[in-house]
């Protein structure tokens, strides 16, 4: 069975190459990723999983704010799967994560669970921030969590500067999903050429909704940052299928068509699928496993989620600090008293 995957992955080599080497663009580089790569079978099947887990979660979450059981602020990544999870396959959980707030797939990736990233989204106890930080506020350890972004152009540009200055070993990542809130890229940039924004920091630009284009990608960008050259740039064009957040309904300044042609022709995790089968490294069969367990997973996750009770009004204030003793925290009047425990 060795000798036989070595001649898989020897096939499946082949047409990885193809893929990869047509989708990348390099500004200040010599050189790029690697063109030839290889995708083992274990490796194929991990990220299909994640992927899918991510999918459904995002398709639930979706669901239940529809249900009013999920309220306030909620960006889906759906769509943006490969993103994440060609990022995560070529670095490691030691290394620092942080990112804008479509951040339910990286918690997942960073350790989360999906049970505790619903019951984040529901406001439950047993939610990853413990009920209160929702969709925009999760955190695992090596990850701060979701970041709102609205107006930081200023402080990106002054951050490549810094990182530049200093050399520091940061990869910047734009994942670049076509549209700003309701605004297309064209509408809103002179040049969309993200990947050189950073001007004197070297970039690339990739195909993002292929996972092995954003793993090789990565891969070559921890290296270069690994080896003390400095920050790199990298843009992933990808696209969400969901609008900006949940209020908005995504179609007033896209068509329905555009979604459809995206989904047929692009998406992640069907590229991915058809990649393995037909190079015989997964059966039909194996893939709709998977689907099913995923499936089970994201209900009883749903299930704790809308189960599990809210946190009581006496842990309002706990954690404000670490390691501190109990302080005494005024509400919303001089004689309402909190106490905040960490």
């Known amino acids: 069975s060795g000798k036989m995957l070595a001649i898989i992955s020897n096939v499946f080599r082949a047409s990885a190459q193809r893929n990869v080497s047509a989708k ?40 239940l704010y529809k249900q ?59 939610g990853i921030a413990k009920g209160k930080g929702g969709s925009m506020h999760m955190y695992c350890k090596h990850f701060y969590g979701g970041n709102g972004i609205v107006g930081a152009q200023g402080q990106i540009f002054e ?36 990947f050189k924004r950073g001007e004197f920091i070297p970039g690339l630009r990739v195909d993002g909704m292929d996972v092995l284009c954003v793993r090789e990608a990565t891969k070559f960008a921890a290296d270069h940052c690994r080896s003390g050259k400095g920050p790199i740039l990298m843009e992933l064009q990808t696209y969400r299928y969901h609008g900006h957040s949940m209020s908005d309904p995504g179609v007033s300044y896209r068509t329905r068509e555009e979604i459809q042609e995206v989904r047929s022709k692009s998406d992640p995790i069907s590229l991915l699928k058809d990649r393995m ?34 946190p009581p009004l006496e842990d309002l204030c706990n954690h404000i600090f670490c390691d501190m003793p109990s302080l005494e925290v005024r509400g919303t009047n001089p004689w309402a008293k909190l106490k905040s425990v960490s």
């Not at 083992?40 to 299909?48: I, S």
């Not at 009013?68 to 994440?84: P, S, V």
């Not at 015989?280 to 704790?304: P, Y």
């Open 277 to 310: 089968l037909s190079n015989n490294m997964a059966s039909v069969e194996e893939l709709k496993e998977i689907d099913v367990e995923v499936r089970k997973e994201i209900e009883d996750a749903a299930q704790f989620a809308t189960t599990d009770p809210e």
């Open 159 to 194: 951050t490549y500067n810094m990182a530049a200055l200093w050399k520091l070993p940061v990869i910047f990542i734009c994942e670049n999903n076509r549209y700003g809130m309701g605004t297309s890229v064209e509408r809103a940039a002179a040049s969309t050429d993200y």
């Open 68 to 126: 009013k059981i999920i309220r306030g602020f909620c960006h889906l990544y759906d769509g943006q799967e490969a993103c994440a999870v060609g990022i995560e396959a070529s670095i490691n959980l030691s290394d620092h994560l942080i990112t804008a707030y479509r951040a339910h797939g990286y918690t997942y990736t960073r350790g989360g669970t999906v049970k505790e990233i619903m019951a984040e989204l529901t406001g439950r106890r047993g």
């Open 24 to 63: 990348c663009d390099l500004f200040k580089l010599d050189e790029g990723p690697a063109t030839q790569v290889v995708l083992t079978r274990d490796e194929g099947l991990q990220y299909y999983r994640i992927m899918q887990t991510m999918r459904r979660m995002e398709l639930k979450a979706d669901q």
